[in-house]
């Protein structure tokens, strides 16, 4: 069965196996010179691998976009405690189905990248954090990962280079704030996902109190292509500051939605009209979410002149996130949806910090209140005043991710919550 | 939904390819039938299934079960750490995590009752009350959403004649609401047990239903 979301416009290094059923088994892995990055990375020395990674200028593919090579150079050259790897592949922002992909149709690939990574910093342990929902997807990693055990390439020794690095999986128990990488820390020791105060940094005290870098699966995914062909060639995609390949979730309106691997700094109306066969039922576009529920939405016109890469979104007045293109036509209804992703906020809170816990309630209340008609006029002023005490007052982010589609809805689409508010009066008037 | 037949390319099969037996939605020749003890203890916290029979009254843990808790321990620094396979384990053998439940795994792990009761109720996907052999979980977030999710759920409550969270007469449906399940290209996702059934549209619940029946009769 061919996958279907391909497109000639598609760099395929990540997804080249998408698919191809074959890919993920470990024999066929090896034949398209799988785990040849290992080998080489293993003659490199870690600190040299680190080198590599920071040449090629990757960053890091969960949303927050800092350079991966960096974030391994934090933690200590010399171990005097364990150190730990996690793999986050809960993948939970709406919006975002990439890891799924990447571990399904080409598990070996995640692993090798995680092996990889960990000799990079010093990790004898792996963590591949994945969210409870994925049981098919968790199998297909847990029978590669059974494989590669069988045939050295993990565990004690590897392939007799005296390495020794452990990987287990491990499976959330369904709650949205244990993508953040210290609520993760805390879900993987068997706590609440509750995310911790920085500093310190996972990189001084992370997962059982010990140094730890938390990667995204696409992130670590990248890896062995990098240490392969070498950082200087991951450059030759993108843009100065954003290199590379990414994988773009394009959902809603549009013809052919999936993921997509392109360069960074793809424009993002040809991404629309191109790679996905342009809206659904030729409707007119009115917003799109380029970086997952948590940044702002951008409209039509803001959408024409936006190259997707860090620095291009930034620019459009929104964030790339981790590049999950949520796509609205003209008959959607900007209120309901915004309810939603507040809603959705509000049910994913964990509950430490107040104006988050409050505040992503109280928000959804007023918000149904308008949907329903039964709004006044000061709600939008009040969202407006909560969003602003919600902004960086908190421990985590998900309070200013919850804060975001208010703002910016309220800012670009204020006449459909006038009229939905408006009608409502006379409703109630009459 | 529109007008060309748009494969899916994940386990679900193509489009409207609803009636494939789990071992076809697992990828039977790759991933194989998984053994009850878990098999190789890197992957033993990773096959919780959500089975349609339960056994809330089933020791924890004993023969098999046992093996692939023991597996798990042996994965983590601490005993603590193996808090969340286990109940997850615990939920494939019962069905739910009762208060019952959560104090036997509390026992074995030697953790206090109250802080597994906290961390239990944190998490969504353990199930706190009894749940129908078939758990429908329909993804209603944004993206699902915008491809007519809400219908979706309608259908299903329509067809299981019950309401969200309420399991129907028969004991086979429960039907909730779930957030993103990381399917949004492929709307409407739902869950049901174990698996992802993509690119659901209202038209095709009952055809789902009716299949889930006639496997729940063949199960009795």
Same mark, same amino acid.
């Given at each position: ?51 590599? $990674? /920071? ?6 593919? @969960?949303?927050? !976009?800092? *350079?991966?090579? #960096? ?125 911790? $105060? /920085? ?6 005290? @992370?997962?059982? !109190?010990? *140094?730890?870098? #938390? ?139 107040? *104006? ?75 | ?220």
């Amino acid at each position: 069965m061919a996958y279907p979301y391909v497109s000639d416009r598609e760099v395929r290094v990540l997804s080249k196996n998408f698919g191809d059923p074959a890919a993920r088994r470990l024999d066929a892995y090896l034949e398209r010179g799988g785990y040849q990055a290992l080998k080489k990375a293993f003659g490199m020395g870690p600190d040299a691998v680190i080198d590599e $990674v /920071k040449a090629s200028g990757l960053r890091g593919r @969960g949303g927050a !976009g800092f *350079p991966a090579g #960096v974030k391994w150079s934090f933690m200590p050259k010399q171990p005097t405690k364990p150190h730990y790897l996690l793999c986050n592949a809960d993948e939970s922002e709406p919006g975002t189905f990439k890891d799924r992909e990447l571990m399904r149709w080409d598990p070996h690939q995640l692993l090798e990248g995680c092996l990889i990574a960990a000799y990079a910093i010093r990790a004898k342990q792996v963590y591949i954090y994945c969210r409870g929902e994925f049981f098919e997807t968790t199998q297909i990693l847990a029978k590669a990962l059974e494989d590669a055990y069988a045939k050295g390439y993990v565990g004690k020794d590897i392939q007799g280079s005296g390495n020794d690095i452990d990987i287990t999986v491990h499976l959330g128990g369904g709650a949205y704030i244990c993508g953040e990488e210290t609520g993760l820390m805390n879900s993987l020791e068997g706590r609440r996902g509750q995310p911790r $105060v /920085k500093p310190p940094f996972p990189a001084a005290v @992370g997962a059982f !109190g010990m *140094p730890s870098t #938390v990667n995204n699966v696409e992130t670590l995914s990248a890896v062995p292509h990098i240490i392969t062909h070498g950082g200087p060639w991951y450059r030759q995609w993108g843009t100065e500051k954003s290199p590379g390949t990414k994988l773009y979730c394009v959902s809603g309106h549009v013809n052919r939605p999936g993921n997509y691997e392109l360069p960074l700094g793809f424009p993002l109306m040809e991404l629309i009209n191109d790679v996905c066969g342009g809206m659904r039922d030729g409707k007119a576009l009115k917003a799109v979410i380029p970086g997952g529920s948590s940044v702002p939405l951008l409209n039509a016109e803001e959408c024409a002149g936006c190259n997707l890469d860090y620095e291009g979104v930034q620019a459009a007045g929104s964030q790339l996130g981790c590049a999950s293109v949520i796509v609205m036509d003209e008959n959607t209804d900007i209120v309901k949806q915004v309810r939603r992703m507040v809603a959705f906020y509000a049910h994913e809170s964990c509950g430490q910090c107040t *104006p988050c816990r409050e505040g992503t309630a109280w928000m959804t209340k007023i918000l149904k209140r308008i949907e329903e008609g039964r709004g006044k006029e000061d709600d939008l002023q009040t969202l407006l005043d909560m969003s602003r005490q919600m902004t960086g007052t908190t421990i985590c982010v998900l309070s200013d991710s919850a804060a975001a589609p208010v703002v910016s809805s309220i800012q670009k689409f204020k006449d459909e919550y006038l009229a939905l508010i408006r009608r409502g009066e006379r409703v109630g008037v009459a | 939904m529109s007008e060309d037949a748009f494969n899916n390319p994940g386990w679900a099969g193509n489009t409207g390819e609803f009636d494939l037996s789990e071992d076809q939605v697992r990828g039977d020749d790759f991933v194989g039938r998984r053994p009850a003890a878990g098999g190789h203890p890197s992957g033993a916290a990773s096959y919780p299934y959500m089975l349609a029979d339960k056994n809330p009254e089933a020791v924890l843990f004993e023969g098999d079960y046992k093996e692939r808790f023991e597996k798990i321990l042996t994965r983590y620094p601490n005993k603590q750490a193996a808090l969340l396979p286990a109940l997850a384990l615990a939920q494939e053998v019962r069905g739910h995590v009762s208060p019952e439940t959560m104090d036997r795994v509390a026992e074995l792990l030697e953790l206090a009752p109250a802080y597994v009761r906290g961390v239990t109720t944190f998490y969504t996907m353990y199930n706190k009350a009894p749940v129908g052999r078939y758990l429908v979980q329909v993804c209603t977030n944004i993206s699902c959403n915008l491809c007519g999710a809400d219908e979706v759920m309608e259908a299903f409550l329509r067809y299981t004649d019950t309401e969200p969270g309420e399991t129907s007469e028969d004991g086979d449906f429960t039907v909730i609401e779930a957030e993103c399940l990381a399917a949004c290209g492929f709307p409407t996702c739902v869950q049901i047990n174990s698996r992802y059934y993509e690119n659901v549209t209202p038209a095709e619940v009952p055809r789902i239903i009716e299949h889930l029946r006639s496997a729940a009769a063949g199960g009795r």
